[in-house]
Every structure is written in C-alpha cells, then in structure tokens.
C-alpha cells in the first residue's frame, strides 16, 4: 500500500499501529481487571452482610462463617430458599431418607431428596436447589 497524498508504504506502519495497539489493549486489560475484580468482591461482601442477623441466625453464623447472613437466618428458621446448597438444605432439614438420581441426558442429572414429613427437595447439576416441596405450606 502506498500513501495517497506522499507515495510512501504504509505496510509497515499499518503493521506497528496493530502491533502498539494490541499491546496496549494487553496491557489494560492485565493491569485493569484486578482492580475491578476487587471492588466487585466488596459489593459482594457488602450484599452478604447487609441483612441483619437474627439471635439465632448468630448461632448458625458462629458454626459455618463462610454462609451469607440471609441464609443463616433460613437455616435457624428450618427453612430453605430456591439456589441454596446441599449442606445448608443438609442443616435446615436434616438427612434425607431416600435419594433419587434421575439422568436427563449424559451430562444433565437432578438429585431429589425426599425427607421426613413428605418434603422434597431436587438440585440441578451444581448441587443448587432448583425446587422443593413442603406439604401444608404455600411457596
């Protein structure tokens, strides 16, 4: 390629513009993302404490630290809630009496749980509650 108004290649200097170019982008983004990485863990950390514990929310708390407060409130409450995981479900209710493995497909697979006093509880894939029942109670 040559220049329209002075005749001179443009190859190389169309070749070094990418080449600063992609570089910067590199470099923005390996020096960048940390810093929005943190502030996104923050607000996570804020959302996981802003609901106020309950006294015996406290209790749950003191045991498993790692649990947000609004699950730690439920599990107190014997309850549970849609996206929870199996040990907190495995402390709300208690051990399930029998488990059921359905396979969708080959990848795809659903674990029902089926507690004492005829309540139900299956997980998706990751080990998340996708739905549950709890008979004389409205969702």
Known sequence: MTCPTCGKRTTKLIIWSLVLFFVSVFYAVKFVSPLLKSSRDENKEFVRSAVPLTDSGR???AIHVGWDNTDCNLVAEKR????????????????????????????FKKETWILPGDRKV????????????EPGKLP
């Open 122 to 133: 299956t997980f998706n894939l990751i080990g998340a509650v996708e739905s549950f029942e």
């Open 80 to 107: 549970i809630r849609l996206h929870m995981s199996k040990p907190k479900v495995l402390e709300a209710w208690g051990s399930p009496a029998r488990v059921i493995t359905t396979h969708d497909t080959a990848e």
């Open 59 to 61: 209790l749950v708390k």
